[in-house]
């Protein structure tokens, strides 16, 4: 998210823009996920990513009544990412301190990334069933020395993609995706 541009947009203060997105971080109408950044000889972004908390409201704010709507929005994939990411720290029980993002300015980026002690999990969500492992989950895992990597997708099985990378179905997050140890105070 980039404030000031969205400042610029509807012709207010970029301070304006912040305290409105920090009221709706608030009263939980959006979820920011923080950068996440490492002394890694690479230009990281450095700019959080902010997601509408509930799908149904972001449905209605896009003017969205229906599945035929929504299927053809181009808002799809970040509506059906913000519902993934939620099920996953849900299931996890990560606080929101837990949870970050990460890209590069070369374009490698990770959609969460969930650190709690020694733990370091990565997920990406990917609306397909048919999901495929890429350069960027590879240098993710390598960079970030990630524990395991899952691609959430909405098929119907959980299975392997490569050494560390599985697909999950978010309908298996409950089976297959296990809470993190000794659980903090969620925060969301």
């Not at 181009?74 to 939620?86: Q, Y």
């Not at 909405?154 to 999950?168: K, M």
């Amino acid at each position: 998210m980039n404030a000031s541009e969205l400042a610029r947009s509807f012709g207010v203060a970029d301070t304006t823009v912040r305290r409105y997105l920090d009221v709706m971080m608030s009263t939980y109408v959006v979820r920011q996920l923080l950068p996440f950044s490492e002394n890694l000889g690479k230009r990281q972004i450095k700019s959080p990513k902010v997601y509408v908390s509930d799908s149904g409201v972001l449905h209605a704010l896009l003017g969205l009544r229906g599945m035929p709507d929504l299927e053809g929005h181009p808002k799809v994939g970040a509506s059906w990412e913000g519902f993934a990411l939620d099920a996953v720290t849900r299931q996890l029980d990560a606080s929101d301190r837990e949870c970050y993002f990460w890209g590069t300015h070369s374009g490698a980026e990770l959609d969460l990334l969930v650190l709690r002690g020694r733990h370091r999990l990565g997920f990406e969500f990917k609306r397909t069933s048919a999901p495929t492992v890429t350069r960027s989950m590879r240098e993710a895992i390598r960079d970030l020395n990630l524990n395991r990597l899952d691609v959430i997708h909405p098929g119907d099985d959980t299975f392997p993609l490569a050494e560390g990378i599985r697909a999950v179905a978010l309908s298996r997050i409950t089976t297959d995706v296990r809470p993190l140890g000794k659980p903090s105070r969620r925060v969301s």
